[in-house]
């Protein structure tokens, strides 16, 4: 558990399983274009301070960016979501 603000009333990793934490570990190796653009602008608490994390797991997803502190997740699409069982997946994570 890591000690951030806050972890005493949220679990870092929102009850991921331990096969979802290695799937991100992978995901850290295979980054596409837009998301190390992105990094780039994120890591070292470049933005106001925050400290991002890449490809975070929650629950029973993985996140491109995470902000414990601000509890903000940021997802970029990309050509993965055009597949139709990650469309019908990505919908049901907006209902959720």
């Not at 799937?23 to 190796?29: D, M, P, Q, S, W």
């Not at 902000?67 to 994570?93: N, P, Y």
């Amino acid at each position: 558990m890591a000690n951030l603000k806050g972890a005493e009333k949220y679990p870092f990793y929102f009850g991921a399983k331990p096969e979802l934490l290695k799937i991100a570990a992978e995901l850290r190796h295979s980054t596409t274009q837009a998301e190390k653009i992105l990094w780039k602008k994120l890591r070292n608490r470049k933005i106001m301070g925050y400290r991002f994390r890449r490809q975070h797991p929650i629950n029973l997803f993985v996140v491109d960016f995470f902000c414990f502190e601000l509890m903000l997740a940021i997802e970029l699409d990309g050509s993965v979501h055009e597949d139709s069982f990650q469309k019908q997946r990505d919908t049901k994570e907006q209902i959720s």
